[in-house]
């Protein structure tokens, strides 16, 4: 009954999310929310909302013991995510290069700033940003050289370390390190008019990207996304072997609780929103990108919360 319990409680918190999903689809579908209009809201989100969380989500104490855990997170993060791209190399090779690439892509990578990190706060509560900040940091380095290869883009170090996400990382860990956040006697920290500036931007991580996604699902025919056989194995893949590798690869390592569900849910989200974007910027098959995202998108609502419940039961980190 307690697992139940759990699990309706993830669900609700993955239902919500959908709820403002559905919000952007029927605007979307109404014609009072338009492609432009979509875009600037992307912007909003990429460009500000984005940073301000990674800001925000540093505003915790620093202690030895936290740096210990971040420092693991972010190498169990990556590893699991590096594995789980190597899992789709091999997978979609009879399909045309244009085809094949978002296949791939929207196999391995998912939608980790979008949809991870606001769910990650809403399952494990605020104090988790900080985790989805730094496996911002280990998804990016990736997306930006493997993911970016994939797609056909031609990598470069400016894309890497230049993009919303690193800078504001950059910006929070060192308001972090140099202890800005914390109100010590003796050390600076940010104007209470500022720091709430930051918050009131940050807020808007889970509606914006919610609504916008719900938009993007709008514009791709459902009967199509349910008819192509290809895009169940990439869902397979995204949505069950990805999660997979951290929930079992990380059991024995016996990571701090906070840090190995935050990992799993992190890993167990649908594909990413970039899909689409890149491989319209590249001249790939957006049909099969768009079509990919909405599929996961809409298979993650069963998924994510099996996932996350089975994270919490097997850490002892009871719902939040």
Request: charged letters at 10%; proline letters at 7%.
């Amino acid at each position: 009954m307690e697992l139940i319990g759990n699990f309706l409680v993830v669900a609700s918190q993955v239902v919500t999310l959908f709820l403002l999903i559905g919000v952007g689809f029927v605007l979307a579908k109404l014609g009072l929310l338009r492609p432009d209009g979509v875009s600037q809201m992307s912007t909003l989100a990429l460009y500000v909302v984005t940073p301000c969380v990674m800001i925000r989500s540093f505003e915790t104490e620093r202690t030895p013991e936290l740096l210990h855990i971040l420092l693991g997170f972010f190498a169990a993060y990556a590893v699991c995510t590096l594995l789980g791209i190597l899992i789709a190399q091999p997978f979609f090779r009879r399909e045309a290069p244009d085809r094949q690439a978002p296949l791939r892509f929207g196999s391995a990578y998912g939608n980790n700033g979008f949809m991870g990190l606001p769910l990650v706060i809403s399952v494990l509560g605020p104090e988790a940003a900080i985790f989805g900040t730094v496996s911002a940091v280990a998804f990016n380095l990736l997306l930006w050289t493997q993911g970016l290869k994939t797609m056909g883009g031609k990598v470069g170090l400016r894309a890497v370390l230049v993009n919303p996400a690193t800078v504001g990382t950059a910006v929070g860990l060192t308001l972090f390190l140099t202890g800005w956040w914390q109100p010590v006697p003796g050390q600076l920290h940010l104007p209470a008019t500022v720091n709430n500036a930051i918050s009131f931007l940050a807020d808007l991580n889970t509606p914006i990207p919610m609504v916008v996604l719900g938009a993007q699902m709008a514009g791709s025919p459902l009967k199509a996304v349910f008819t192509d056989r290809k895009l169940y194995l990439a869902a397979f893949l995204r949505l069950l072997a990805a999660p997979l590798i951290p929930l079992a690869l990380l059991l024995p390592f016996h990571l701090d609780p906070m840090s190995y569900c935050a990992c799993v849910i992190l890993c167990a989200v649908p594909t990413a929103g970039a899909t689409g974007m890149l491989a319209q910027r590249f001249g790939r098959d957006t049909s099969a990108a768009a079509r990919l995202v909405t599929l996961t998108t809409l298979l993650s609502v069963i998924t994510l919360p099996l996932f996350a419940v089975a994270a919490q039961t097997l850490s002892g980190l009871g719902p939040a």
